[in-house]
């Protein structure tokens, strides 16, 4: 089993900039990626940004591609997502996730969760 604490969201203008930070603890063989998903008010959830643990793969959503950058620090289990210009749109509830495998990522399935961050950008 995996826990995941994030922490980093809040409120901020469009145009303004976030990071949320992720760190993961426990069996070494269930975190081979980290990433987020997020969901919106009266939204499904979408998936946002991942990363291997190996540093090979990084997926991002079409909507924050170029806006938003997601790195890890292994020494520290810890993922970040740097998320610049902010719109509007960004608005959800953001979870950090993780698996044993990235290809459980890119499927859209994810093994563990985080509690959720609340990011606003609202004017």
């Known amino acids: 089993q995996v826990r995941l604490v994030e922490s980093g969201g809040g409120s901020v203008q469009p145009g303004g900039s976030l990071r949320l930070s992720c760190t993961a603890a426990?069996?070494?063989?269930?975190?081979?990626?980290l990433g987020w998903w997020r969901q919106a008010p009266g939204k499904s959830r979408e998936k946002v940004a991942g990363?291997?643990?190996?540093?090979?793969?990084?997926q991002y959503h079409t909507s924050v591609q170029g806006r938003f950058i997601i790195s890890l620090d292994n020494t520290k289990n810890t993922a970040y997502l740097q998320m610049n210009d902010l719109k509007p749109e960004d608005t959800a509830v953001y979870y950090c996730?993780?698996?044993?495998?990235?290809?459980?990522?890119?499927?859209?399935?994810?093994?563990?969760w985080g509690q959720g961050t609340q990011v606003t950008v609202s004017a």
């Open positions: 426990g069996n070494a063989q269930e975190i081979d990626y």
């Open positions: 990363k291997s643990t190996n540093g090979r793969n990084t």
């Open positions: 996730v993780t698996g044993p495998s990235w290809v459980e990522f890119l499927r859209g399935e994810s093994s563990s």
